[in-house]
């Protein structure tokens, strides 16, 4: 689920940076610093939408490094039990295949893939009905539905289960290339 | 308490089906073969529907038990919710407390345990079913069982685990992530490098195989059969949670408030009064209503005093409350010696009056006596014409043989309540002030001795 929100973090600027757009260095770097990272209270922080303040520097003695408390807006991505989302699937394997939505790790077991699809191996391993009609490799989309997820400090995993109603692939690789 | 028995058999019910086997391993162990225990945590949840508040020493003796035995038991079962206990030190007197408790409840247990008169305080453990919980954790227990096996049974929202046969170490699917190995498929052990196997399934775990299709299907079946014997099994059980749904639960509440509504029933009942005499002075009559109020809060003595003080005022009173025995005493007081010394109160006179003469009565003339008499007589018998049906007049007939010694009396009745018959009975209730001042007690006893009751229940009416 998404969430916008407003963090805060201390920025340490290098002083070559003060100077005239002082502020946009102070900003960009903490875009390069922030999105794309993990926390496990708020889950990954996908974007930063605005700044709200810059709060007074201080520098810091022996370094000369300024030292700025920012808050800023930004949109955050936090997987729940019971939430249906939609992944790419990276690999798969006999004991079962993982998947990705956008920074999220998923992993479905293979006891939580229907009972009527199997695993082929090969050169692309992948999970087929007896019909052949419904394939799972690689790169195929799935929607599933998150039933369990692990959260430390800089990390979340989940677990998923496409044996449910509504759930499964949703676009074939191998159907359109 | 009638809403108990549905309740009690659900206990029943339950104990049959969730600690049958108990007490488990962990004693038996110690003492193989020695004593088999199967079976005791039914015994004693059995003998907990028979009681309320218990003693656990008590409960341990009943039951023929060893205390410690059971103690570990019901420390079992308050961890299981089923029952409350409560410990509190007292002396004798507080056991004895708890004993009038006991023996005031209808099904209670005798237990002569009044003799042991240490003043030394001791821990004493009671313990007593939580219906209202047991309901709960019934329920609760049931819905968890279906759960897991339905859960297992299409394998949803359950977290896959996966084994390391060499080092038997556990991962779960959320392990995932850090198991798989570049080079194969599978999932390795970290600290063996083993190749993982999935724990295909935690209720039939018989073949730790590699999850075939063919142990999946076992696997199924196994569940789906435990599911259905489950429901049938525990049919009876879940129909009895259905019938004491809507019931209301039966409740005890802690043990200080159980003792003093036990024992304040108790009284209610009359077992009461054998044990305190300061309530025998209220006799029947008073026996409704002030009791049960009386054993909650406790103020029994205060409230009997203030009995008493009613019971004097009363004869001033023109109301109807003069209690039954009072009339009785009066009767008997008047036949003996104070017939003329009413005779002379008028039927203005009010009881007040005849207190007064009750005083005077010895030096009352017969010459007045007579002329009153005369008097009152006419009177009375206008009054009677004039107001009285039928009934009434046959029964002033009955009574007028009497009359001519009593007439007196029944004259100064009359002032007080016209709408009344010339009954004996009314006249006796003019007559207690006159004697009963003196010992209420005394009057209570002849009171109960002589049967007024009839003729109490006519005055009322009237």
Partial sequence: MFFHIVLERNMQLHPRHFGRDLRDKLVSKLMKDVEGTCSGRHGFIVAITGIESVGKGLIRDGTGFVTFPVKYQCVVFRPFKGEIVEAVVTMVNKMGFFAEAGPVQIFVSNHLIPDDMEFQSGDVPNYTTSDGSVKIQKESEVRLKIIGTRVDATEIFCIGTIKDDFLGVISDPGANP | ?462
């Fill in chain 2, 1 to 462: 308490m009638s809403s108990i028995e549905p309740f009690n058999r659900l206990v029943k019910l339950a104990a049959r089906a969730f600690y049958d086997d108990l007490p488990t391993k962990g004693e038996n162990q110690t003492k193989t073969g020695r004593s088999d225990n199967r079976g005791l945590a039914v015994v004693i949840l059995d003998a907990l529907t028979r009681r309320q508040w218990v003693r656990e020493e008590d409960l341990a003796k009943d039951l023929k038990l060893h205390t410690k035995q059971l103690r570990r038991t019901l420390r079992f079962f308050e961890e299981e919710k089923l029952i409350t206990r409560d410990h509190r030190k007292e002396t004798a007197k507080g056991a004895k407390i708890y004993n009038a408790a006991v023996a005031a409840t209808a099904d209670g247990q005798q237990n002569g345990r009044d003799g042991d008169d240490k003043l030394k305080l001791h821990t004493h453990s009671y313990c007593c079913l939580d219906y209202s919980q047991i309901y709960d954790v019934v329920r609760y227990r049931l819905h968890r069982m279906k759960k897991k096996l339905k859960d297992e049974l299409d394998s949803k929202n359950t977290v896959q685990e996966y084994i390391c046969p060499g080092c038997n170490k556990r991962y779960t699917a959320l392990d995932a992530l850090r198991l798989i190995s570049p080079y194969d498929e599978y999932f390795h052990c970290e600290s063996c490098n083993g190749v993982l196997v999935a724990e295909s399934d935690k209720l039939a775990a018989q073949e730790l195989g590699d999850g075939d299709d063919n142990a999946r299907r076992r696997r199924q079946e196994k569940l789906k059969d435990m599911l259905t014997k489950m429901e049938e099994q525990l049919k009876p059980l879940m129909d009895q949670l259905g019938r004491v749904k809507d019931l209301p639960v039966p409740e005890f509440g802690n043990l200080q408030a159980w003792e003093l509504r036990a024992n304040a029933a108790g009284r209610a009942n009359g077992d009461y009064n054998a044990n305190d005499p300061s309530k025998n002075s209220q006799g029947l009559g008073f026996g409704g209503t002030p009791m049960p109020y009386l054993g909650e809060t406790k103020v029994e003595v205060a409230f009997s005093d203030e009995k008493g003080d009613i019971k004097s005022v009363n004869p001033s009173a023109p109301t109807k409350v003069l209690p039954p025995w009072m009339i009785r005493e009066g009767m008997n007081l008047t036949k003996e010696q104070r017939g003329e010394a009413k005779s002379e109160e008028t039927k203005s006179d009010l009881k007040t009056a005849l207190e007064l003469s009750d005083d005077k009565k010895s030096t009352v003339n017969d010459d007045t006596k007579n002329i009153q008499d005369e008097y009152v007589k006419a009177y009375y018998a206008a009054l009677l014409l004039r107001q009285r049906e039928k009934e009434e007049t046959s029964k002033k007939e009955e009574e007028s043989p009497n009359k001519e010694v009593s007439t007196e009396r029944q004259v100064g009745e009359k002032s007080k309540r016209d709408d009344f018959e010339g009954d004996d009975v009314e006249w006796e209730d003019a007559a207690p002030p006159t004697g009963s001042t003196s010992d209420p007690i005394d009057l209570n006893k002849e009171a109960a001795a002589s049967d007024s009751s009839d003729e109490e229940d006519i005055w009322e009416d009237g």
